[in-house]
Protein backbone atom coordinates (compact mmCIF):
# COMPACT_ATOMS: atom_id res chain seq x y z
CA UNK A 1 0.00 0.00 0.00
CA UNK A 2 1.42 3.56 -0.79
CA UNK A 3 2.81 5.56 1.88
CA UNK A 4 0.26 8.76 2.95
CA UNK A 5 2.47 11.12 1.69
CA UNK A 6 2.66 10.04 -1.22
CA UNK A 7 1.10 11.26 -4.51
CA UNK A 8 -1.46 9.12 -7.10
CA UNK A 9 1.58 8.67 -9.31
CA UNK A 10 3.59 7.42 -6.61
CA UNK A 11 6.02 9.91 -5.79
CA UNK A 12 6.74 12.19 -3.60
CA UNK A 13 5.83 16.00 -2.64
CA UNK A 14 8.82 17.81 -2.72
CA UNK A 15 10.81 18.23 0.54
CA UNK A 16 9.91 15.01 1.82
CA UNK A 17 12.79 12.59 2.69
CA UNK A 18 11.85 9.17 2.05
CA UNK A 19 14.58 6.31 2.58
CA UNK A 20 17.23 6.82 0.34
CA UNK A 21 15.58 9.87 -1.68
CA UNK A 22 14.56 13.24 -1.22
CA UNK A 23 11.00 13.58 -3.02
CA UNK A 24 11.66 11.64 -6.08
CA UNK A 25 15.17 12.55 -6.25
CA UNK A 26 18.33 9.91 -5.36
CA UNK A 27 21.24 11.58 -4.31
CA UNK A 28 24.99 10.92 -4.01
CA UNK A 29 27.28 12.19 -1.17
CA UNK A 30 30.65 12.66 -3.04
CA UNK A 31 33.40 12.79 -0.66
CA UNK A 32 37.38 13.78 -2.20
CA UNK A 33 40.22 12.37 0.20
CA UNK A 34 43.63 12.20 0.48
CA UNK A 35 45.31 11.38 3.86
CA UNK A 36 42.02 11.98 5.91
CA UNK A 37 42.23 8.37 7.95
CA UNK A 38 41.93 10.45 11.54
CA UNK A 39 38.49 12.18 9.85
CA UNK A 40 36.75 10.25 7.06
CA UNK A 41 35.07 7.70 8.98
CA UNK A 42 33.61 10.27 11.22
CA UNK A 43 32.29 12.85 8.07
CA UNK A 44 30.80 9.46 6.25
CA UNK A 45 29.08 8.28 9.10
CA UNK A 46 27.49 12.05 9.97
CA UNK A 47 25.93 11.92 5.81
CA UNK A 48 22.40 11.31 6.54
CA UNK A 49 21.13 8.31 5.10
CA UNK A 50 17.59 8.94 4.91
CA UNK A 51 18.73 11.82 2.29
CA UNK A 52 21.57 10.33 0.15
CA UNK A 53 21.39 7.11 -1.54
CA UNK A 54 25.41 6.59 -2.40
CA UNK A 55 28.31 7.94 -0.44
CA UNK A 56 31.38 7.55 -2.73
CA UNK A 57 34.98 8.58 -0.80
CA UNK A 58 37.27 9.19 -4.01
CA UNK A 59 40.72 7.96 -2.25
CA UNK A 60 43.02 10.36 -4.33
CA UNK A 61 46.33 8.60 -4.01
CA UNK A 62 45.73 8.57 -0.20
CA UNK A 63 49.69 6.63 1.78
CA UNK A 64 47.30 5.97 4.97
CA UNK A 65 44.23 3.92 5.57
CA UNK A 66 41.61 6.88 4.30
CA UNK A 67 40.02 3.78 2.16
CA UNK A 68 39.92 1.49 5.15
CA UNK A 69 38.31 3.80 7.08
CA UNK A 70 35.87 4.77 4.88
CA UNK A 71 34.89 1.67 3.42
CA UNK A 72 34.39 0.28 7.42
CA UNK A 73 31.79 3.70 7.77
CA UNK A 74 29.89 2.25 4.57
CA UNK A 75 31.56 4.15 1.86
CA UNK A 76 31.79 3.26 -1.71
CA UNK A 77 35.58 3.91 -2.44
CA UNK A 78 36.72 4.93 -5.92
CA UNK A 79 40.62 5.46 -6.64
CA UNK A 80 41.55 8.15 -8.46
CA UNK A 81 45.42 8.03 -8.88
CA UNK A 82 46.28 11.27 -10.63
CA UNK A 83 46.36 14.01 -7.98
CA UNK A 84 43.80 17.20 -7.73
CA UNK A 85 40.29 17.93 -6.13
CA UNK A 86 38.85 18.22 -9.93
CA UNK A 87 40.06 14.47 -10.86
CA UNK A 88 38.73 13.23 -7.42
CA UNK A 89 35.26 15.02 -8.01
CA UNK A 90 35.26 13.65 -11.75
CA UNK A 91 35.84 9.70 -10.98
CA UNK A 92 33.15 10.43 -8.10
CA UNK A 93 30.70 12.02 -10.24
CA UNK A 94 31.06 9.15 -12.60
CA UNK A 95 30.86 6.56 -10.47
CA UNK A 96 27.40 8.77 -8.98
CA UNK A 97 26.28 9.13 -12.72
CA UNK A 98 22.47 6.68 -11.44
CA UNK A 99 22.37 9.51 -8.81
CA UNK A 100 19.59 12.31 -9.87
CA UNK A 101 21.94 15.04 -7.66
CA UNK A 102 25.28 15.45 -6.45
CA UNK A 103 26.59 16.60 -3.26
CA UNK A 104 30.36 17.44 -2.79
CA UNK A 105 32.01 17.97 0.78
CA UNK A 106 35.44 17.67 1.81
CA UNK A 107 36.77 14.84 4.27
CA UNK A 108 38.59 16.75 6.45
CA UNK A 109 35.41 17.16 9.02
CA UNK A 110 35.36 20.65 8.04
CA UNK A 111 31.97 20.96 6.69
CA UNK A 112 28.90 19.36 8.85
CA UNK A 113 27.06 16.88 6.71
CA UNK A 114 24.32 17.55 8.61
CA UNK A 115 23.79 20.62 6.31
CA UNK A 116 23.26 18.11 2.82
CA UNK A 117 19.47 18.85 3.31
CA UNK A 118 19.88 22.58 2.97
CA UNK A 119 21.89 22.05 -0.16
CA UNK A 120 19.44 19.87 -1.56
CA UNK A 121 16.23 21.59 -0.88
CA UNK A 122 16.46 24.26 -3.78
CA UNK A 123 17.31 21.78 -6.21
CA UNK A 124 14.59 19.35 -5.12
CA UNK A 125 12.24 22.64 -4.97
CA UNK A 126 13.39 23.22 -8.55
CA UNK A 127 14.31 26.51 -7.71
CA UNK A 128 18.44 26.10 -8.45
CA UNK A 129 20.22 23.59 -10.52
CA UNK A 130 23.78 24.79 -8.69
CA UNK A 131 23.75 25.50 -4.95
CA UNK A 132 26.88 26.58 -3.37
CA UNK A 133 27.50 26.38 0.78
CA UNK A 134 28.43 30.04 1.98
CA UNK A 135 30.57 29.55 5.23
CA UNK A 136 31.04 32.43 7.75
CA UNK A 137 34.42 33.69 7.36
CA UNK A 138 35.32 33.14 11.04
CA UNK A 139 39.09 33.78 11.28
CA UNK A 140 40.17 32.26 13.19
CA UNK A 141 39.56 28.97 11.45
CA UNK A 142 40.08 30.24 7.96
CA UNK A 143 43.95 31.55 7.29
CA UNK A 144 43.72 35.03 5.92
CA UNK A 145 45.28 34.03 2.87
CA UNK A 146 42.28 31.95 2.22
CA UNK A 147 39.85 34.66 3.10
CA UNK A 148 41.52 36.83 0.63
CA UNK A 149 41.89 33.91 -2.12
CA UNK A 150 38.09 33.47 -1.62
CA UNK A 151 37.36 37.01 -2.00
CA UNK A 152 39.12 37.43 -5.42
CA UNK A 153 37.53 34.33 -7.04
CA UNK A 154 34.25 35.67 -5.85
CA UNK A 155 35.34 39.24 -7.56
CA UNK A 156 36.26 37.33 -10.62
CA UNK A 157 33.19 35.07 -11.01
CA UNK A 158 30.97 38.20 -11.52
CA UNK A 159 32.37 38.48 -14.96
CA UNK A 160 29.92 35.48 -15.19
CA UNK A 161 27.02 37.26 -14.03
CA UNK A 162 27.30 35.61 -10.47
CA UNK A 163 27.46 37.32 -7.46
CA UNK A 164 28.35 34.86 -4.49
CA UNK A 165 30.07 35.42 -1.68
CA UNK A 166 32.48 33.00 -2.03
CA UNK A 167 33.47 29.84 -4.28
CA UNK A 168 31.80 27.41 -1.99
CA UNK A 169 33.24 23.86 -2.45
CA UNK A 170 30.21 22.31 0.10
CA UNK A 171 28.04 22.38 -3.20
CA UNK A 172 25.00 20.35 -4.60
CA UNK A 173 24.40 20.24 -8.56
CA UNK A 174 21.84 18.82 -10.76
CA UNK A 175 23.55 15.49 -12.73
CA UNK A 176 21.52 16.70 -16.02
CA UNK A 177 23.41 19.95 -15.19
CA UNK A 178 26.87 18.44 -14.50
CA UNK A 179 26.19 16.04 -16.98
CA UNK A 180 25.94 19.27 -19.72
CA UNK A 181 28.81 21.15 -18.28
CA UNK A 182 31.35 18.47 -19.49
CA UNK A 183 33.87 19.54 -16.74
CA UNK A 184 37.82 18.09 -17.21
CA UNK A 185 39.89 16.82 -14.81
CA UNK A 186 42.02 19.23 -12.53
CA UNK A 187 44.31 20.40 -9.77
CA UNK A 188 41.96 22.74 -8.08
CA UNK A 189 39.78 24.48 -10.20
CA UNK A 190 36.53 22.03 -10.09
CA UNK A 191 34.39 24.43 -8.37
CA UNK A 192 35.31 27.93 -10.73
CA UNK A 193 35.08 25.92 -13.73
CA UNK A 194 31.91 24.31 -12.69
CA UNK A 195 30.28 28.00 -11.82
CA UNK A 196 31.62 29.21 -14.95
CA UNK A 197 30.15 26.89 -17.30
CA UNK A 198 26.98 26.88 -15.63
CA UNK A 199 26.63 30.44 -15.70
CA UNK A 200 27.59 29.92 -19.68
CA UNK A 201 24.67 27.34 -19.90
CA UNK A 202 21.82 29.36 -18.46
CA UNK A 203 21.98 27.12 -15.12
CA UNK A 204 20.14 28.24 -11.81
CA UNK A 205 22.93 29.00 -9.20
CA UNK A 206 22.24 30.06 -5.47
CA UNK A 207 23.45 30.06 -1.88
CA UNK A 208 22.28 28.84 1.12
CA UNK A 209 24.46 28.73 4.77
CA UNK A 210 26.50 26.20 5.77
CA UNK A 211 28.49 25.59 9.41
CA UNK A 212 31.89 25.04 9.25
CA UNK A 213 34.28 24.11 11.59
CA UNK A 214 38.50 23.61 12.17
CA UNK A 215 39.44 20.40 10.03
CA UNK A 216 39.21 17.16 12.46
CA UNK A 217 42.83 16.04 11.95
CA UNK A 218 45.66 16.39 9.70
CA UNK A 219 46.40 19.15 7.38
CA UNK A 220 44.99 21.05 4.47
CA UNK A 221 47.16 19.93 1.20
CA UNK A 222 45.65 23.98 -0.01
CA UNK A 223 45.36 26.46 2.59
CA UNK A 224 47.80 25.14 4.99
CA UNK A 225 50.17 27.30 3.60
CA UNK A 226 50.43 30.43 1.42
CA UNK A 227 52.35 29.37 -1.06
CA UNK A 228 49.45 26.45 -1.40
CA UNK A 229 46.82 28.98 -0.98
CA UNK A 230 48.64 31.48 -3.78
CA UNK A 231 48.79 28.55 -6.10
CA UNK A 232 45.34 27.31 -6.23
CA UNK A 233 44.23 30.81 -6.25
CA UNK A 234 46.48 31.42 -9.17
CA UNK A 235 45.08 28.35 -10.91
CA UNK A 236 41.75 29.23 -10.22
CA UNK A 237 41.33 32.29 -11.54
CA UNK A 238 43.38 32.02 -14.69
CA UNK A 239 40.50 29.11 -14.98
CA UNK A 240 37.85 31.68 -14.63
CA UNK A 241 39.16 34.13 -17.13
CA UNK A 242 39.90 31.63 -19.73
CA UNK A 243 35.88 30.32 -19.65
CA UNK A 244 34.74 34.19 -20.11
CA UNK A 245 36.86 34.42 -23.62
CA UNK A 246 36.25 30.71 -24.44
CA UNK A 247 34.26 30.42 -27.89
Known amino acids: MPSSKTRSDGTFPQG ?9 MRVAAVIPALNEAGAIADVVSRVPRDLVARIIVVDNGST ?7 SAAGATVVRETRRGYGWACRAGSAEAADCDAVVYLDGDGSMAPEDIASLIQPIVDDVADVVCGRRPAFA ?5 HQRAGNRVIALLLRMHGLRLAELGPFRAIRVTTLTA ?4 GSRFSWPAQMLARAARHGARVTEVPVGYAQRAAGTSKVS ?3 RGSLHAAWDISRVIVAERVRP
Open 16 to 24: TAVGHTVGH
Open 140 to 144: SLMPW
Open 224 to 226: GSV
Open 64 to 70: DATAEHA
Open 181 to 184: LDLP
